[in-house]
């Protein structure tokens, strides 16, 4: 039992609540009052009052509103306990029948531009586990052109609109969704997951040549401690290790140039 709902869109969540009779204040708390409204949450649990949040669609915090409200009360010292339920991720990857995958990479909204989004494709097409991206509609077409231009024989599952009416489920490799998504306008409707499917070990080079991608794109747009500093953080490798590659890197095409 809560004496307060928290809701990604009051609009949506009202209506669901009414229909299993549930009368509960509604706390709008999204994408641009997060932090702000994570104080008011706070008022109410030193009220000795519980609080549940439920975003628009998926899992809270998981690409969606949610992850600073969390992290504020439990700072405070209240309990956070999540409610299991649908999540799009999941759903994906069990739907999408791809038979040599052992773990899987969530990945989210790619980047929307620059170096960043570039860097972020090079990785993924060179990344040999399974990886799970989220998009919207308005931006789908775009990221099916990139992934085609990226990874064009590798296959991957595009979700839309999962566990509700219009649901669509289509497995292609990435060269052919383009045409896919272009020869039906009610396929640009709704929201997206889509799983690019795992590739053998073998396909793909190690480490430091994916590396070498990352720092050669950003190293062409940006001084080479940021550069440095953004591989680092989109890799998870160790700086020094990419700060001397980096160096090396620049080096060879000094070298190459004379």
Same mark, same amino acid.
């Given at each position: 039992m809560v004496n307060a709902v928290g809701c990604e869109d009051? !609009?949506?969540?009202?209506?669901?609540?009414?229909?299993?009779?549930?009368?509960?204040?509604?706390?709008?708390?999204?994408?641009?009052?997060?932090?702000?409204?994570?104080?008011?949450?706070?008022?109410?649990?030193?009220?000795?009052?519980?609080v549940a949040y439920v975003s628009d669609a998926g899992t809270p915090a998981i690409s969606d509103p949610g992850a600073a409200l969390v992290a504020t009360v439990r700072d405070a010292g209240y309990a956070v306990v999540p409610i299991p339920g649908a999540s799009s991720a999941v759903a994906a990857l069990s739907v999408a029948g791809d038979t040599r995958a052992?773990?899987?990479?969530?990945?989210?909204?790619?980047? &929307?531009?620059?170096?960043?989004?570039?860097?972020?494709?090079k990785t993924l097409a060179t990344t040999v586990a399974?990886?799970?991206?989220?998009?919207?509609?308005?931006?789908?077409g775009?990221?099916?052109?990139?992934?085609?231009?990226?990874?064009?024989?590798? #296959?991957?599952?595009?979700?839309r609109e999962l566990t509700k009416q219009f649901e669509t489920v289509a497995t292609m490799q990435a060269a052919q969704a383009p045409d896919w998504l272009a020869a039906d306008a009610?396929?640009? !409707?709704?929201e997206f997951v889509i799983v690019v499917h795992a590739i053998d070990g073998?396909?793909?080079?190690?480490?430091?040549?994916?590396?070498?991608?990352a720092l050669r794109t950003l190293l062409a747009a940006l001084p080479l401690?940021?550069?440095? &500093?953004?591989?680092?953080?989109?890799?998870?490798?160790?700086? #020094?290790?990419?700060?001397? !590659?980096?160096?090396?890197?620049?080096?060879?095409?000094?070298?190459?140039?004379?």
């Amino acid at each position: 039992m809560v004496n307060a709902v928290g809701c990604e869109d009051t !609009r949506h969540s009202a209506p669901l609540l009414q229909y299993f009779g549930l009368d509960k204040p509604l706390l709008a708390i999204h994408e641009h009052n997060e932090r702000e409204a994570a104080q008011g949450v706070l008022a109410r649990l030193e009220r000795g009052e519980r609080v549940a949040y439920v975003s628009d669609a998926g899992t809270p915090a998981i690409s969606d509103p949610g992850a600073a409200l969390v992290a504020t009360v439990r700072d405070a010292g209240y309990a956070v306990v999540p409610i299991p339920g649908a999540s799009s991720a999941v759903a994906a990857l069990s739907v999408a029948g791809d038979t040599r995958a052992a773990g899987f990479q969530f990945i989210g909204f790619l980047p &929307s531009r620059g170096a960043e989004r570039t860097l972020a494709l090079k990785t993924l097409a060179t990344t040999v586990a399974a990886q799970v991206l989220f998009e919207a509609p308005h931006r789908i077409g775009a990221l099916v052109r990139d992934l085609a231009e990226a990874c064009d024989t590798r #296959n991957m599952t595009v979700c839309r609109e999962l566990t509700k009416q219009f649901e669509t489920v289509a497995t292609m490799q990435a060269a052919q969704a383009p045409d896919w998504l272009a020869a039906d306008a009610h396929r640009l !409707r709704g929201e997206f997951v889509i799983v690019v499917h795992a590739i053998d070990g073998v396909a793909v080079g190690d480490d430091s040549l994916r590396h070498d991608a990352a720092l050669r794109t950003l190293l062409a747009a940006l001084p080479l401690k940021q550069a440095v &500093s953004l591989a680092a953080e989109l890799t998870g490798a160790p700086r #020094n290790t990419l700060y001397a !590659r980096a160096l090396a890197l620049k080096a060879g095409d000094s070298d190459d140039a004379g």
